[in-house]
């Protein structure tokens, strides 16, 4: 089993920066892609970024290019997801997540068995 807890949520406003961390435990961290999403209020859960088992690729959707980071570091079992820029349409519940395999492409939720609990970003104009 794995078990994620996100962290680093809040009330920011426009243009304001937070850094969301997701600590990992229970089995082995290194060897997977770690991914992150998003649920705005009344949508469906979106992917926003992923990061493969070394940190070496990652891959993004089209909205947070250039704004988001997503890193990770094995030593701590912990990923990361670096939020500059925030605006307003940034505002959900974000979750990382995990699966037993290495491709950070799998943009759909029903690739990943494992989840964190989520954390609240809202972003105030």
């Known amino acids: 089993q794995v078990q994620l807890v996100e962290s680093g949520g809040g009330l920011v406003q426009v243009g304001d920066s937070l850094r969301l961390s997701c600590a990992a435990s229970?089995?082995?961290?290194?060897?997977?892609?770690m991914v992150w999403f998003r649920q705005a209020p009344g949508k469906e859960r979106e992917f926003v970024a992923g990061?493969?088992?070394?940190?070496?690729?990652?891959y993004y959707t089209d909205s947070v290019k250039g704004r988001f980071t997503i890193s990770r570091d094995n030593s701590k079992n912990t990923a990361y997801l670096q939020m500059n820029s925030l605006a307003p349409e940034d505002t959900a519940v974000y979750y990382c997540?995990?699966?037993?395999?290495?491709?950070?492409?799998?943009?759909?939720?029903?690739?990943?068995?494992?989840w964190g609990q989520g954390t609240q970003v809202t972003v105030s104009s």
């Open positions: 229970g089995r082995t961290f290194s060897s997977n892609a």
């Open positions: 997540a995990t699966g037993d395999w290495n491709n950070i492409y799998y943009t759909h939720t029903r690739f990943y068995p494992y």
């Open positions: 990061i493969n088992w070394s940190g070496a690729d990652t």
